[in-house]
């Protein structure tokens, strides 16, 4: 990781700035308070945000401002990162804006969270080491903040030993250790459960044995009742076959005892009819020669019609005849009538209607002459009319006769025909009837000859008892199979409890062999882990720990070398990484030494920790940057200048020294200043 800018607003000193940083190493110079520190705390706060108990938003923040942010932009192999936090006022704390961070041109908005995870994932950092041990690799490789150089130094052996197994990833071996002894206790109460297990391994073996021999006795005797079970069945399926055919004899006989009773009815039936058609024969012989006699007075029916028809011509004639005489002997009644009214009405009449002259007697007798000739005229006329008349009368009277006894001739030969006829009928039906007696005698002859046959067939009487015999043989056999059958169950049934007893024996038996295989591996893993792997873990970080002390060391004592040329005052490093002064052969506390011997110390053991860091630990991809806040306080200008051989001898790409130390000045690729006025630094 190289840095390239660094821009910031409202960050502690600074309103806003842009401070760009070049590769090579570099001095941060400035009196004090100008806000050398604050671009360095501002780099580290870009990377992983607040730092609980170590960077806060608050002593970030410009007092007096609401919102602030820094953005730092590097190159990271072939990469270029730029990482944007913001700050912002709520309430009486300073809490973490929005953010984002630019890889290759390409942005993602992220949570502080999400920024943090992404730089360590880029970085190289373990996660956990930023989390929960501040920032170690970080704080111990790249920047330790002015104040805590020394604190390193100071900490409690087992602390500094706890913090310095994380960094290097030692740690690792004392959670192997701890978790290889929970194991091997776990193993140990697995054994003694094996153990446990296969205490009565070999009882069960006896048990099982036993059973398998009951089981085999159960089924030898249950195949034997098979096979005689078997043998009765065959006995028994002939025997149903003999019922069988019995039945179906029996049932024939059954059927033909209905049909010979069906027969009977029919003859019976036929017999009846018979007796009637002979009744109805007789009973048509006799109607035949009855009406024989009868359609003998036949006469010619046409004639007589003939006849009819003319005697019906003539009564109209006469009929006619009547009626015009009596027509005309009303009209001369009607003559003779008018004459006498007119005598009657001149007789007493006096005078004339018109002339009122009165009538002459002789008139009168004039006018009764010739009346009285006119009714004498009349009369002789009625009465050759009437005589006409009567005779006319007589002749209609006769022919009435003629015609009443023609129709009784018609009507009776009529009758004659009809009867003609149901003799000809009750012929046919004669013979019908001799057929039917004739097919009615000939059918009972073929039923009572079927009857014959049947009523021998009825009569087997041997039939019932073969049938009963056969049929108890078969009740009795059907028992006996049944017995043995429930005997047969019960022996499968048996079998079958002590089968599911011995199958469950032999996967006891099998778990328990199986444990005892267990049993062995375990104890064989026990053994293992207890004499060889405890061992290698213990030797393993045994020897890790070694080289990272005896590279350490020879880094410490050699940078120290560099810083203090005093050949009375020597460095180590004891196990616990304590940095050991002796003094003229004594053994001396750091409190004890002076300024710039605390400083050197305290670099040495810096600039050791962050190669030994570097060389250790593979990942990390900070190792081309440096960053020293007041590396020289309390140092004197000879040990100044040994910056210059230390620079070289580090070859690190990028180095960032904060120091208000002129004389550095001279050694170094670059110089950033930094400078305050009105409480408002800039870089110039
Ligand atoms: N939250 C803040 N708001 C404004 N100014 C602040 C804030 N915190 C610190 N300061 C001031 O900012 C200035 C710069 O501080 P910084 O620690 O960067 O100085 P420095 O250059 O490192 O000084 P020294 O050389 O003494 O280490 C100081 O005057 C400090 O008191
Ligand atoms: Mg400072």
């Known amino acids: 990781m190289l840095l390239n800018s660094l821009k910031l607003k409202n960050i502690r000193s600074y309103t806003e700035e842009t401070i760009n940083f070049p590769e090579g190493s570099i001095i941060l110079s400035g009196d004090i308070g100008t806000g050398k520190t604050t671009v360095l705390l501002s780099i580290e706060f870009a990377l ?73 994932e880029l970085i190289g950092y373990q996660e956990e080491l930023l989390t929960k041990s501040k920032s170690l690799i970080y704080r111990y490789t790249v920047y330790t903040p002015q104040e805590d150089m020394k604190q390193i130094l100071l900490e409690k052996e087992d602390e500094r030993l706890d913090v310095l197994r994380k960094v290097f990833n030692i740690d690792k071996y004392k959670r192997m250790k701890e978790n290889t002894v929970k194991y091997v206790r776990n193993l140990k109460m697995l054994i003694l459960k094996f153990e446990t297990r296969l205490e009565n391994l070999e009882e069960k073996k006896k048990e099982q044995d036993d059973y398998k021999e009951t089981i085999n006795r159960l089924d030898k005797e249950a195949k034997k009742e098979q096979i005689l079970i078997t043998e009765k069945k065959n006995e028994l399926n002939t025997e149903k076959e003999t019922l069988k055919q019995y039945e179906k004899k029996i049932s ?35 109607r035949l020669s009855k009406s024989n006699k009868e359609t003998e007075k036949t006469e010619n029916v046409e004639s007589l019609n003939r006849k009819n028809e003319e005697l019906k011509k003539k009564k109209e004639l006469l009929e006619q005849n009547i009626d015009k005489i009596k027509d005309r002997e009303s009209k001369f009644g009607a003559l003779k009538n008018n004459s006498e009214s007119i005598i009657e009405k001149i007789t007493s009449l006096e005078s004339c209607p018109v002339c009122e002259q009165k009538v002459d007697t002789d008139y009168k007798k004039q006018i009764h002459k010739r009346e009285n000739a006119t009714i004498g005229d009349v009369a002789s006329q009625i009465s050759k009319l009437v005589s006409l008349k009567n005779k006319r009368i007589v002749e209609l009277e006769e022919l009435r006769v003629q015609i009443n006894s023609l129709s009784e001739r018609l009507k009776s030969q009529e009758i004659i025909f009809l009867k003609k006829k149901q003799f000809e009928e009750q012929k046919t039906k004669k013979i019908n009837l001799l057929e039917k007696q004739r097919k009615l005698i000939s059918k009972i002859k073929i039923e009572e000859q079927n009857l014959l046959v049947l009523v021998k067939k009825v009569e087997d009487k041997k039939l019932l008892l073969k049938y009963e015999k056969s049929k108890n043989l078969l009740e009795e056999n059907t028992e006996k199979i049944k017995e043995k059958e429930i005997k047969q169950a019960e022996l499968l049934r048996e079998k079958k409890t002590l089968e599911g007893i011995s199958s469950r024996l032999k996967e006891e038996i099998e778990k328990k062999e199986q444990s005892k295989l267990e049993l062995i591996k375990v104890r064989d893993l026990q053994n293992w882990m207890l004499k060889y792997l405890l061992n290698i873990i213990y030797l393993m970080e045994k020897h890790i720990l070694l080289r990272i002390h005896n590279e350490f060391n020879e880094y410490f004592q050699e940078w120290f070398n560099i810083l203090l040329e005093d050949e009375n005052l020597n460095v180590r490093l004891d196990e616990t990484f304590t940095p050991i002064m002796e003094q003229n052969g004594y053994e001396t506390a750091l409190e004890n030494l002076s300024g710039g011997e605390k ?47 230390i620079l070289d001898m580090l070859r690190i790409k990028q180095v960032v020294i904060v120091s208000h130390e002129p004389k550095l000045e001279s050694y170094v690729d670059n110089i950033i200043r930094v400078h305050k006025e009105e409480h408002v630094s800039r870089v110039i």
């Open 252 to 286: 024939s006989i059954e059927k033909a005892k209905t049909e010979i009773e069906i027969i009977k009815t029919k003859i019976g039936n036929d017999k009846q009819l018979l007796k009637n058609n002979k009744i109805d024969l007789e009973d048509i012989n006799l």
């Open 599 to 645: 400083t050197s110390v305290a670099l040495a053991y810096r600039l050791a920790l962050n190669k030994v860091i570097n060389d250790f630990v593979g990942t990390i991809k900070t190792k081309d940057l440096l960053i020293l806040d007041e590396p020289t306080d309390g140092f004197s200008s000879e040990q100044i200048d040994k910056i210059r051989d």
């Open 48 to 120: 992983f945000g607040i730092i609980r108990g170590q960077l806060s938003g608050s002593s970030l923040l410009r007092h007096g401002k609401n919102k602030g942010y820094i953005e730092l932009k590097f190159s990271l192999e072939k990469s270029v990162i730029i990482i944007r936090r913001g700050l912002k006022r709520s309430n009486k704390n300073v809490i973490q804006d929005a953010g984002y961070i630019i890889i290759n041109g390409k942005k993602q908005d992220l949570s502080p969270t999400e920024l943090k995870s992404k730089i360590l």
